[in-house]
């Protein structure tokens, strides 16, 4: 801890030595440098006037236009959809597959603090050279004791908004907009979302509503011979919320209310009254190792609905935003109009 701190203090140090560099310049500046700095001049006081945010940790004292944002977890790519002020990011990989040209270019450019889903290893010398002036933290609710919250206070206003389960990203994704003062362009898809999802509850309300849903995790770190079943509202069943299918069933975990990791001999008893099974796969078609394995297994092969050739195969299931989850909506609706007919007039 005392070399991250002298770490730190050298950053600090630097950044100091930076600051008065750049006023001895403003001095004996042209025209041009003046006006760069009325800009730059502009942007403090905005950063400077703040509101009061309520966040998870509490009632946030935080800049009202947020100028050099450092986002974590599900907080990055609807900041960056939405055109916020970002200095720094967390990686966000699972998502890039689904990012347009335009939106990977942006996150690519962005210095990165953390790799993904791995918060405990969060560079907080990275983040103080990003120099922040508000921090959101969208890291899972369960993960947030494996933050230095102490140090990243001491750097910027944190805001924490953590799901507890991954459906929330709806909410929290307004939430993250609202804390950037992004809010006008975050909901530009939000419409769009809600009118085709209600389109897809209307097609299929008749002839699948009343059938069995279960959604099996593709990217959930299983080891070898284990799956993890999703309940409602996990990562890929969330993507069904909106369209009125059923995905029963409690997690034995409390921890983990959205799902819970079973082994392979537990399939007959866990997903053998399933009508359908969902699941997700890559951009290009393909399952993970993890998912594969699950596949291979002679137990999976004689599961009724697989037998019944009732699966459904989600592209970009990690889908978090209204934007990328439109996406995932065209390949549901793909999906299951491919079910059996005779299964789909149960």
């Not at 008065?20 to 500046?29: A, Q």
């Not at 102490?150 to 944190?158: G, I, Q, S, Y």
């Not at 929290?172 to 907009?177: H, I, K, R, S």
């Not at 009732?310 to 609706?333: C, F, K, P, R």
Request: aromatic fraction near 8%; proline fraction near 5%.
């Amino acid at each position: 801890m005392r070399v991250l701190e002298r770490s730190r203090a050298r950053s600090a140090a630097v950044l100091g030595a930076a600051v008065l560099l750049t006023v001895g310049l403003v001095g004996c500046s042209s025209d041009g440098d003046s006006v760069d700095g009325a800009a730059a001049d502009a942007d403090t006081a905005a950063s400077a006037e703040t509101r009061t945010f309520e966040a998870q940790n509490g009632s946030i004292e935080i800049p009202a236009d947020p100028q050099r944002i450092v986002a974590c977890g599900y907080a990055v790519l609807p900041l960056i959809q939405a055109g916020a002020e970002l200095a720094a990011v967390c990686e966000w990989t699972r998502e890039t597959e689904n990012m347009d040209e335009e939106t990977l270019a942006a996150y690519e450019e962005l210095p990165k603090v953390a790799p993904d889903m791995s918060v405990a290893d969060l560079n907080y010398e990275a983040i103080t050279m990003a120099e922040p002036d508000l921090i959101i933290m969208g890291v899972p609710a369960m993960v947030q004791e494996q933050l230095d919250m102490a140090t990243l206070e001491a750097l910027a206003p944190v805001v924490f908004l953590g799901p507890s389960i991954p459906g929330e990203w709806r909410q929290l994704g307004e939430q993250f907009a609202d804390a950037a003062n992004v809010s006008d362009s975050y909901g530009e898809f939000k419409d769009e979302y809600d009118a085709r999802a209600a389109e897809l509850a209307d097609k299929y309300a008749g002839t699948l509503g009343d059938l069995r849903f279960a959604g099996v995790c593709s990217e959930c770190g299983t080891n070898p011979g284990e799956y993890m079943r999703e309940y409602k509202s996990s990562y890929t069943s969330n993507l069904f919320d909106d369209l009125g299918f059923d995905f029963p069933g409690e997690s034995s975990d409390p921890a983990i209310t959205h799902g819970e990791y079973l082994s392979f001999e537990q399939l007959p008893e866990n997903l053998g009254d399933a009508d359908v099974i969902v699941y997700g796969v890559e951009a290009d078609g393909s399952v993970t190792p993890a998912l594969q394995e699950l596949f291979d297994s002679p137990l999976w092969k004689e599961l009724p609905a697989v037998k019944a050739g009732n699966l459904v195969a989600v592209e970009h299931a990690n889908a978090a935003t209204y934007q990328t989850a439109l996406l995932a909506l065209d390949s549901i609706d793909a999906a299951l109009e491919k079910l059996p007919a005779d299964q789909s007039q149960q």
